[in-house]
């Protein structure tokens, strides 16, 4: 295909590039294949972890070709634990970052005069659950299919400070999240 079919993506998108991107990289991760389509959903889990706000289930998709030649429910396996894996490491990153803009109050009070209501009422709910579940309560907040992982993992690192904890918390997260979908398109099949 070349440069002309990105190009024509790219165009066919209205010049936006972020949506162009975040297309891109969803598709290339729904085709990934292998064991660099492996290192492909550590990095797109490590992404969104921090930076990106597209969804972590699609990393499941490729499930069915990613591996040939092993079983399917050991594909899945393995791809949980690497975007698990990808997705703590992304989150120690943005917990890095947390910590930093705690440092820097400008930051913490323009954040908090956002305009965004969906973000200041995802952060007050996540603060919440981390103030009563502690790192339990952060694993179930980033459990939750379709609900955005960046903002709960932003809002944490304002309470927390041990990195470890901050880790296993978001691996157990990812994991859950990606079992829980499982579990709901199995049943889903099922009920078909």
């Known amino acids: 295909m070349g440069l002309l079919g990105p190009l024509q993506d790219f165009l066919a998108a209205g010049g936006d590039f972020l949506g162009w991107f975040y297309g891109a990289l969803e598709e290339s991760v729904q085709s990934a294949t292998g064991p ?3 290192a492909l959903i550590g990095i797109y889990s490590f992404l969104i972890a921090f930076v990106l706000p597209l969804p972590s289930e699609i990393v499941l998709a490729p499930a069915g070709h990613m591996l040939d030649g092993l079983p399917y429910s050991l594909t899945l ?3 949980v634990f690497v975007s698990g894996v990808g997705k703590a490491a992304g989150s120690v990153f943005a ?3 947390g910590q930093e ?3 820097y109050g400008p930051l913490v009070r323009r954040i908090k005069r956002s305009r965004f209501d969906v973000i200041e009422w ?3 709910k996540t603060v919440q659950i981390a103030r009563r579940f502690g790192y339990v309560g952060l694993a179930l907040a ?4 379709g609900f955005p992982d960046t ?3 932003y809002a944490f690192t304002i309470l927390e400070e041990d990195y470890l904890k901050f880790a296993l918390a978001t691996f157990a997260g990812s994991v859950g999240r990606l079992l829980v ?3 709901l398109a199995g049943s889903a099949i099922a009920i078909l």
Request: aromatic share 4%; hydrophobic share 50%; proline share 4%.
């Open 95 to 97: 917990f890095h970052i």
């Open 77 to 79: 396996a393995v791809i």
């Open 142 to 145: 980033l459990s939750v299919p």
């Open 122 to 124: 995802s952060e007050r």
């Open 181 to 183: 979908t499982i579990g």
């Open 101 to 103: 803009a705690k440092e």
């Open 151 to 153: 903002i709960s993992i």
């Open 36 to 38: 660099l389509g492996l």
